[in-house]
């Protein structure tokens, strides 16, 4: 088993189809891989004649459709995708063009639970690798993103487990400390993902040639974001530890707009943690209780673990700020707002929050 198939704890292929990565990935519902390896030539040369009958041509029966498995619909729905977002980078608004794709999409989202259109999971977690590998450009770059955004699931699915014990224990509660530990283990790995962009995937190649092809696109009067990394829910992890009762109204608003792409399970766990009582919270409370005395060591080993995975996300964050300006740079962006539909002033918003919280809990251990 390769990190990238793992699982979510306490899930597995019998209780939810979506986490079948392999199966997922090995799925070839509409017949579409030698279309898809004529895609990165088709796009090179901006031909739109070309895209509009490949999408056509892939367009399934209905009745067949509503007999596809979650595993078949998902790799479907990945295989359309990459379409759609190709031919509305050359300027054809997908549905318009192919009007018969519409109600397959709607099938496919009610049957997975998902948007009616492919999201980063997708374009990665769900994207087969070697040649049946589906890219907008075939560039190596390309191919580098995606590896660098798998390598991200695993940790944020180990860390939400982790996290989800935090929001139910107590920072005098040894298992407090312990699930913090491990949720910073897990939130390294997500730093090294973005290194691996860093040093793989130039700004330049990102802002001029991929990013155009993240672009929304409308189904029956609704815009839907295409399948960039920023729909990646780092927040989730934010959320029990500090997001769900310190937040800004900015990053409040991005989230309602990001959850509709997240997978069902991790919409059901921002359902449970959004109104609780984040770990800063808690810390707060406790070494407040304890002003004038030593902290019990058990707290100060908590305030530790605390500030250790805080420090973690701020590194990232960092790392993302400056990536960002780089693409969305003057001399480089075609686009004001990034892939996520955000501006990237957010992004140093989100960056300063995670600072103030870690400096409190930082603080807090003097």
């Not at 306490?10 to 030698?34: C, F, K, Q, S, V």
């Not at 056509?56 to 029966?61: E, I, M, S, W």
Request: charged share 25%.
């Amino acid at each position: 088993m390769t990190l990238y198939d793992l699982v979510v704890p306490g899930l597995d292929e019998r209780t939810d189809p979506r986490y079948r990565m392999a199966d997922i990935r090995a799925a070839d519902p509409l017949g579409a891989d030698a279309v898809l390896a004529a895609l990165p030539a088709m796009n090179a040369d901006a031909d739109t004649p070309a895209l509009t009958v490949a999408l056509r041509a892939l367009v399934p029966d209905l009745d067949r459709a509503a007999e596809w498995s979650v595993v078949d619909a998902l790799a479907a729905m990945r295989d359309l995708g990459i379409l759609l977002g190709s031919l509305k980078r050359h300027g054809v608004q997908p549905v318009a063009a192919v009007p018969e794709v519409l109600p397959v999409l709607e099938l496919i989202g009610r049957r997975t639970d998902m948007v009616p259109r492919d999201t980063v999971h997708h374009y990665t977690a769900w994207n087969p690798a070697g040649r049946r590998r589906r890219t907008y450009t075939g560039h190596p770059m390309e191919a580098h993103l995606q590896e660098a955004v798998r390598m991200v699931f695993p940790g944020l699915v180990a860390a939400l487990d982790s996290c989800a014990r935090v929001a139910r224990l107590e920072p005098y509660d040894p298992g407090f400390a312990l699930a913090l530990d491990r949720t910073a283990q897990h939130v390294q790995s997500i730093v090294d993902a973005i290194d691996l962009t860093v040093a793989h995937v130039s700004p330049e190649y990102f802002a001029r040639t991929l990013r155009p092809y993240f672009e929304e696109i409308d189904i029956d009067g609704r815009a839907y974001l295409g399948p960039a990394a920023a729909q990646i829910p780092l927040w989730l992890i934010d959320l029990t530890l500090w997001q769900c009762d310190r937040s800004d109204p900015a990053y409040g608003a991005f989230l309602a707009d990001s959850l509709p792409y997240a997978l069902p399970a991790w919409r059901d766990f921002h359902a449970r943690h959004g109104g609780g009582v984040s770990a800063v919270s808690k810390l707060s409370a406790a070494v407040s209780w304890e002003s004038g005395r030593h902290l019990p060591p058990q707290l100060a080993a908590s305030a530790h673990s605390l500030a250790r995975v805080l420090r973690l996300l701020k590194s990232f964050r960092a790392r993302h700020v400056t990536l960002a300006r780089k693409a969305y740079a003057e001399d480089l962006r075609r686009y004001d707002e990034g892939s996520g539909g955000a501006p990237v002033s957010l992004l140093r918003t989100i960056l300063d929050l995670t600072r103030a919280n870690e400096t409190l809990v930082r603080r807090a251990v003097a």
